[in-house]
């Protein structure tokens, strides 16, 4: 950004930021991510790795900052090669941090994962659509289109709401997102996030109507994807792609409470995530969307969603 700072900016929440070390090149570290966070006046960013849990990390570089006005935060995808749906792996996430004899961090919070997301490119309906055939596939989830969820799906939603963190659902089709909120809802998961990019307007309307909140990241209108990228293993795949026009139309339906917005940027080939935002921000009010709107979406909604109020 060299050194200049856009009001958009400031107070912003990037809770979908791809800096960790990947199979891929990226464009910074998960340090230098935060710290251009913190350097345009940002309040937090959320750091997401495909291959392992982010809490650990965030939760060092979030001390090492030190930074009452600006946080790191966490989570875990139950991606494969991060244990895959495993109640283990989720309640050790949930409980990673650097707490002292009272159980609480340097800010007097609880440690942990902000969120546990379900896969989001090892479900069966992301396979599909990359052309993955075999064991690849097979091991892919699906969750049935009627009856109960699946073991231990119901024991990891139990844990998403003991430790009142937030459920990413992933990237299911929309029938399986509104099954997997249901249930979730219905086993006290209060904070609901359901990535929406590439979904109807229709789609969209029925998952906020369900209680969740949608979100929409850069990446999807971003020239990234125009090539193939790895993305959890050595294939390297294009992901599906929106326009900036379809996704501002579909937002403004929404209430900003409804609603989120992020970069999902750190491949190499995207600006960083700082810059992403910013971009991603001002093509939304080119496309119409008045800048209080985009605020209370990049502000007010995150904040509130990730419990850093």
Same mark, same amino acid.
């Given at each position: 950004?060299?050194?200049?700072?856009?009001?958009?900016?400031?107070?912003?929440?990037?809770?979908?930021?791809?800096?960790?070390?990947?199979?891929?090149?990226?464009?910074?570290?998960?340090?230098?991510?935060?710290?251009?966070?913190?350097?345009?006046?940002?309040?937090?960013?959320?750091?997401?790795?495909?291959?392992?849990?982010?809490?650990?990390?965030?939760?060092?570089?979030?001390?090492?900052?030190?930074?009452?006005?600006?946080?790191?935060?966490?989570?875990?995808?139950?991606?494969?090669?991060?244990?895959?749906?495993?109640?283990?792996?989720?309640?050790?996430?949930?409980?990673?941090?650097?707490?002292?004899?009272?159980?609480?961090?340097?800010?007097?919070?609880?440690?942990?994962?902000?969120?546990?997301?379900?896969?989001?490119?090892?479900?069966?309906?992301?396979?599909?659509?990359?052309?993955?055939?075999?064991?690849?596939?097979?091991?892919?989830?699906?969750?049935?289109?009627?009856?109960?969820?699946?073991?231990?799906?119901? %024991?990891? #939603?139990? @844990? =998403? *709401?003991? $430790?009142? /963190?937030?459920?990413?659902?992933?990237? &299911?089709?929309?029938? %399986?997102? #509104?099954? @997997? =909120? *249901?249930? $979730?809802? /219905?086993?006290?998961?209060?904070?609901? &996030?359901?990535?929406?990019?590439?979904?109807?307007?229709?789609?969209?309307?029925?998952?906020?109507?369900?209680?969740?909140?949608?979100?929409?990241?850069?990446?999807?209108?971003?020239?990234?994807?125009?090539?193939?990228?790895?993305?959890?293993?050595?294939?390297?795949?294009?992901?599906?792609?929106?326009?900036?026009?379809?996704?501002?139309?579909?937002?403004?339906?929404?209430?900003?409470?409804?609603?989120?917005?992020?970069?999902?940027?750190?491949?190499?080939?995207?600006?960083?995530?700082?810059?992403?935002?910013?971009?991603?921000?001002?093509?939304?009010?080119?496309?119409?969307?008045?800048?209080?709107?985009?605020?209370?979406?990049?502000?007010?909604?995150?904040?509130?969603?990730?419990?850093?109020?």
């Amino acid at each position: 950004m060299n050194g200049i700072i856009d009001e958009f900016l400031i107070g912003a929440i990037d809770g979908h930021v791809h800096a960790c070390a990947h199979l891929n090149a990226r464009s910074l570290t998960a340090l230098q991510a935060a710290r251009q966070a913190q350097a345009a006046g940002m309040r937090a960013l959320g750091l997401m790795d495909n291959f392992a849990s982010s809490v650990g990390l965030a939760a060092m570089i979030d001390r090492e900052l030190a930074d009452p006005n600006f946080t790191v935060f966490g989570g875990l995808i139950m991606e494969p090669q991060a244990g895959g749906l495993n109640p283990r792996a989720v309640a050790a996430a949930l409980g990673t941090g650097y707490s002292d004899a009272s159980g609480l961090d340097w800010r007097g919070a609880r440690p942990g994962a902000r969120f546990v997301s379900f896969p989001t490119h090892a479900t069966r309906h992301v396979a599909l659509g990359e052309g993955r055939r075999g064991a690849y596939l097979e091991g892919c989830l699906a969750l049935p289109a009627s009856g109960p969820l699946p073991d231990p799906i119901p %024991e990891i #939603l139990d @844990l =998403i *709401a003991g $430790a009142d /963190a937030v459920l990413n659902t992933g990237h &299911l089709t929309a029938d %399986e997102t #509104l099954l @997997l =909120i *249901a249930e $979730a809802r /219905a086993r006290g998961v209060g904070r609901i &996030l359901v990535p929406c990019s590439l979904f109807s307007t229709a789609e969209v309307e029925a998952i906020v109507a369900a209680g969740a909140v949608a979100e929409f990241s850069y990446f999807f209108v971003s020239h990234a994807t125009q090539v193939a990228l790895t993305h959890v293993d050595t294939e390297a795949h294009p992901i599906p792609a929106t326009t900036l026009a379809a996704m501002a139309a579909t937002i403004a339906l929404l209430k900003p409470s409804h609603c989120i917005l992020s970069s999902d940027c750190g491949v190499s080939i995207l600006p960083a995530p700082v810059e992403g935002l910013r971009v991603f921000l001002r093509g939304l009010e080119a496309a119409g969307l008045p800048a209080a709107v985009l605020q209370a979406m990049v502000r007010d909604t995150p904040a509130r969603l990730f419990g850093l109020d």
